[in-house]
């Protein structure tokens, strides 16, 4: 999609490559529309992008919390703005064995990274439909192409999505609805320190694989290039991304390596 004049929802604005992405098309989009819960973060970030003479609209919401997914729909619906694009970055990850995390900690995962994400699809995509087209991305991750150690439901929640937008697309060719889904490597951002543990806290680490990771605003560059291409699948990364191909050519190799993975 030509991001020039478009409007651009954007959730996970605040930090890492969500604010990252935001910064880059407010250089050619007309209007960001920016979501997470840190107010003050979407407004220093609306800040960032006025500077690019872009127009921005702040729409605070918990992807936790469907009623105020709703409230900051109806808002901009009632603004008069019609969202061209939506782009879904927000979403946390997991630092916890299977053996020991109860429930309600995989279901948080599930709130934020699938129905907060799908639930704001979901009401944007009537829409897109009426006004004859648009694009939607969904972050995904390399461990939304295969299992990974103290990631079990932040990896199903992944796959999760992949599942919803490949349906979603299959059904909308005829209206025009185009979708991609961003699947990240290791990028240099919060996620970690982010992370939910075994108790449903914050992990509060920033690991070495995302210290070491690819610059967010690199990653951002890369992502914007192949969504402006409508890329089906943007695979974003440093080595780590040959990981999906060895899941899916030998997986043998997957297996391997996957069990010998250390706690962190
Ligand atoms: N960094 C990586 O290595 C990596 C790898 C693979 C996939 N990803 C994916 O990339 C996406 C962006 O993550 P990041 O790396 O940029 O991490 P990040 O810096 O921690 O950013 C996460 C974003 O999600 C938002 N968010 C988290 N919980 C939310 C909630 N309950 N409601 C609304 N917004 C919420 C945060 O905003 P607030 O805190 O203000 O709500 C923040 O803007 C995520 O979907 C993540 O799974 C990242």
């Known amino acids: 999609m030509q991001f020039k004049g478009k409007t651009i929802w954007i959730t996970g604005a605040t930090s890492g490559i969500g604010k990252a992405v935001a910064i880059e098309l407010s250089k050619e989009a007309g209007h960001l529309i920016l979501s997470g819960r840190n107010e003050e973060a979407l407004h220093e970030v ?35 703005l019609k969202t061209d694009a939506l782009y879904n970055f927000g979403g946390i990850s997991q630092r916890a064995l299977v053996s020991e995390t109860p429930l309600f900690v ?18 944007v995509l009537p829409e897109m439909i009426k006004n004859g087209g648009g694009h939607l991305a969904a972050t995904s991750s390399l461990v939304g192409k295969f ?6 439901s932040y990896s199903a929640s992944k796959h999760a999505l992949h599942g919803f937008f490949e349906s979603l697309l299959a059904e909308n060719k005829a209206n025009n609805i185009k979708v991609s889904m961003i699947i ?28 070491n990771g690819m610059p967010a605003d690199v990653c951002a560059r890369i992502i914007c290039k192949k969504l402006k291409k409508d890329k089906k699948e943007i695979l974003v990364g440093k080595k780590d991304k040959v990981m999906v191909h060895i899941r899916r050519f030998i997986p043998a190799i997957y297996y391997h390596l996957a069990s010998r993975v250390k706690p962190m």
């Open 184 to 211: 990240p490597g290791f990028i240099n951002t919060n996620i970690s320190v982010n992370a939910v543990d075994k108790e449903g806290k914050a992990h509060g680490k920033l690991d070495d694989n995302q210290a």
């Open 46 to 80: 609306k800040v960032n992008c006025e500077q690019n003479n872009c127009k921005v609209t702040v729409a605070p919401f918990d992807l936790g919390d469907t009623d105020s997914i709703e409230a900051a729909f109806k808002k901009i619906q009632k603004s008069g």
């Open 106 to 123: 995989d279901r948080k995962l599930f709130e934020v990274n699938y129905f907060g994400t799908i639930a704001l699809t979901k009401l």
């Open 147 to 152: 299992g990974f150690p103290y990631r079990s």
